[in-house]
């Protein structure tokens, strides 16, 4: 069983402040790490994609791997009422082309 | 900027009758996926598509679905007889490649009655 699992929280912070959501995954073989913001009733948006271990970063957000511990984050620096959606952490496996996602975790930027 | 676009943005429908679900993946990409997102759960994925075939389908993907890309950019996701719990949002993506990220139409919103 192919798991992606993440914090549902909610999680709340001030603006301003740097939120932090965490995914871990099961296969050990996973390659490619995906993002996504979901606002209410609307698709998944991409936000970032990272690779390789390290960190990686694209203006406010910052995503790290550690491909050792299974483990992915998201870092947003600043955050903005507008940061308020739920992200979803998407894994992808070497064998086959679909994304197997988290259930999400729920963040609230508070003004 | 190029984007999926998904037709209708809601159908209703009632059980045991047909519905196909419309999209059009970003023009340069050539893989397509369907997924669903039953309200308050995961983003499921239904089936993969590369070259004019199902290159990996989930469980979820039985013999009630089906996916056909009738002409050069539309990609259709067929259910044939709907059941009360195929009620969902069907989001239809596309990449360029296998190791690319997956690009998301707005979705369809099927309420079966």
């Known amino acids: 069983q192919k798991e992606v699992e993440q914090n549902s929280g909610p999680l709340s912070v001030p603006e301003g402040a740097i939120a932090s959501l965490n995914c871990t995954y099961s296969d050990r073989g996973s390659q490619s790490f995906f993002w996504y913001r979901q606002y209410s009733g609307k698709s998944p948006e991409l936000i970032m994609f990272?690779?390789?271990?390290g960190d990686k970063e694209d203006g406010r957000f910052t995503a790290q791997l550690n491909k050792a511990s299974q483990y992915v984050s998201l870092l947003i620096r600043d955050s903005q009422p507008s940061d308020s959606a739920t992200y979803l952490c998407?894994?992808?496996?070497?064998?086959?082309?679909?994304?197997?996602f988290g259930t999400g975790t729920s963040l609230t930027v508070i003004p | 900027e190029p984007e999926v676009t998904q037709t209708p943005s809601h159908q209703v429908t009632q059980m045991g009758q047909e519905v196909i679900l419309r999209c059009v993946p970003i023009s340069n990409h050539l893989y397509f996926y369907w997924y669903r997102q039953i309200l308050g759960q995961k983003v499921e994925f239904l089936v993969s598509f590369y070259n004019n075939e199902i290159s990996e389908k989930s469980e979820i993907f039985d013999d009630q679905f089906s996916v056909e890309r009738p002409d050069g950019s539309n990609f259709t996701l067929k259910i044939r007889s709907t059941k009360l719990e195929d009620s969902a949002m069907y989001f239809c993506a596309s990449s360029r490649g296998l190791a690319n990220e997956q690009f998301f139409g707005p979705g369809t919103r099927l309420t079966v009655l």
């Open positions: 990272i690779y390789s271990n």
């Open positions: 998407a894994v992808k496996i070497p064998a086959g082309n679909q994304f197997y």
